[in-house]
């Protein structure tokens, strides 16, 4: 998206529970727990005599808990000979046999289980050893668990099942191995999180195809509008994405959340949106392979329009201005958007959504092109003119890509997407393929305005030496505002003036024979 309004949009590439990661929120607290709980106090460092030495810490261990935790298999042998306590718990709940399930000893496991070890067992954060086990994916014990009793059904505090555990590891055996004993495939955490999502959003192809093999529900939502195909789309799994179709999944199924946020993920967004917008790549040309519409803007917007701000999100501290995604796959964007466009992706697509705002660009009729301009993606403009694109087409308001790229619509300056050095690049490109320069949209702005509210000050001198007329622009806009005024600091936002671009625009103005409007005290901050 464009400028602030990008913001919009920002919350599904981060990671949250229904918007991020699936449902890792709550996943991650019980496995932090469960490290914290398993830490082992550091050695001290070398050649330092640890405090207390020569007192208690020489002294043997007396319970059978604390043995297995340090394992010392000789206190070990000899308090399971004796009357250790094979259920004694540490302040945190945690057991012997939790901790050789953890260490994954399955000798130990054994013989705690031989001498009565209860498998049920919980320390204080609803963990027991069989959720260790399949957290650890290791097959012969959670078989030996089963087979003493363990529940497949076994769930955490927040409802995770030991199936949904072991599905996020990811290994096929001990998920067979609970299937088998009964559990339930289609059980959901209290978030509606089911073991076919965690499998699907971490990339476990096989497990997804037991999961489904077994009953699991491949067109599943949660109330937030995630489906399987959905987790998988946004993680980047590829080849788990694959399965998931070729088991009916819908690839053109959209997110219809229950209830609309305003941090979240737009509703209408796709798997290839998902995708796109977490440059996944490879995998979104894949879905369109397979029958996403390449020109879906269910959204609001297209996969070309999103491409811009995955290119070039805008560097501030807002929701908007997380870095680049990391994405998947082996296609880079420009690749991605060659291969979409021959795929049937329209590059003069234009928006049907959008309104006009003071300092922000009006989205409707805008087409891709004018989103690369308005981030100044060079590279990108170019492609999309070399495929067909119309590089002078303006916005709904007039709005030309050339005003965007010397940056209209700007309210954070130095914030927004697109360098001073990119901006000027795109707009001399635009000017030597027949832009013009003084155009003023319907808001009565022209592109020095543009260059008053990013506070480009050789942006402004630029466009005085290619022709920029101070007649046209020397102008106040539909709210009051000439290129001047913005840069004394008169806009949406905070007061800011900036000094250099003020400079720059006095400059121009008395090179052209112009005066230099004084400061109107009737607009100072506290009067604006």
């Known amino acids: 998206m464009m400028r602030n309004s990008r913001r919009e949009t920002a ?177 959901t955490e209290r978030n509606g999180q089911t073991a076919l999502m965690w499998a699907a959003a971490e990339g476990h192809r ?106 070039k999100p805008n560097r501030g501290d807002g929701e908007d201005g997380d870095p680049p995604p990391l994405g998947s796959g082996r296609v880079s964007s420009l690749d991605f958007a060659r291969e979409l466009i021959r795929l049937g992706a329209d590059v003069n697509a234009t928006l049907e959504r959008g309104s006009a705002r003071p300092a922000r660009l009006n989205h409707r009729g805008a087409a891709p092109f004018f989103f690369a301009a308005d981030t100044a993606d060079l590279p990108l403009m170019r492609l999309l003119c070399e495929r067909g694109a119309d590089p002078l087409r303006p916005n709904v308001d007039g709005t030309t890509p050339l005003m965007a790229a010397a940056g209209a619509g700007t309210r954070a300056p130095g914030e927004e997407a697109g360098t001073e050095a990119e901006a000027l690049a795109a707009v001399e490109w635009l000017l030597d393929r027949g832009a013009a320069i003084n155009t003023v949209d319907q808001q009565g702005e022209t592109a020095m305005h543009g260059a008053a509210y990013k506070s480009l000050p050789q942006m402004v001198r630029l466009l005085a030496e290619r022709g920029a007329d101070v007649e046209v622009w020397n102008r106040e806009n539909r709210y009051g505002w000439t290129p001047l005024r913005i840069a004394r600091g008169y806009r949406p936002g905070n007061f800011k003036p900036a000094p250099a671009t003020i400079e720059a625009i006095e400059a121009v103005m008395r090179a052209a024979g112009v005066t230099v409007p004084e400061l109107d005290p009737s607009l100072e901050p506290e009067n604006y």
Not at 11 to 23: F, I, N, T
């Open 206 to 311: 096989a497990v997804v195809e037991q999961l489904l093999e077994a009953g699991a529900n491949v067109h599943q939502a949660l109330p937030a509008g995630f489906t399987p195909l959905l987790f998988a789309a946004r993680e980047g799994r590829l080849e788990t994405a694959i399965a998931l179709l070729e088991a009916g999944a819908k690839v053109e199924r959209a997110m219809e959340p229950e209830r609309s946020r305003r941090k979240g993920v737009r509703r209408g967004t796709s798997a290839l949106i998902l995708a796109v917008e977490n440059g996944h790549f490879e995998l979104a040309l894949e879905l369109v392979r397979r029958g996403a519409d390449p020109n879906d803007k269910r959204t609001g917007f297209t996969p070309l329009h999103t491409l811009t701000w995955v290119r």
């Open 11 to 187: 919350a599904s590439r981060r990671p949250s529970h229904g918007v991020g990661r699936a449902g890792r929120g709550l996943s991650l607290l019980w496995i932090g727990i469960v490290a914290a709980s398993c830490a082992v106090v550091a050695s001290p460092i070398q050649g330092e005599e640890p405090e207390g030495a020569g007192t208690a810490t020489d002294a043997p261990l007396d319970t059978l808990v604390e043995a297995v935790h340090q394992q010392d298999e000789e206190a070990i042998e000899r308090l399971l000979a004796g009357s250790g306590a094979v259920d004694a718990a540490q302040p945190d709940g945690m057991t012997a046999l939790h901790w050789a399930v953890y260490q994954d000893d399955l000798a130990l496991t054994e013989r705690l289980i031989a001498a009565g070890a209860d498998v049920q067992a919980t320390n204080h954060y609803g963990v027991m050893p069989l959720a260790l086990a399949c957290l650890n994916g290791n097959r012969a014990i959670v078989a030996r668990l089963l087979e003493a009793g363990a529940d497949p059904n076994a769930r955490q505090a927040g409802g995770e099942s030991v199936l949904m555990t072991a599905a996020r590891t990811g290994k096929p055996r001990p998920v067979g191995l609970l299937l088998a004993a009964g559990a339930e495939v289609e059980a």
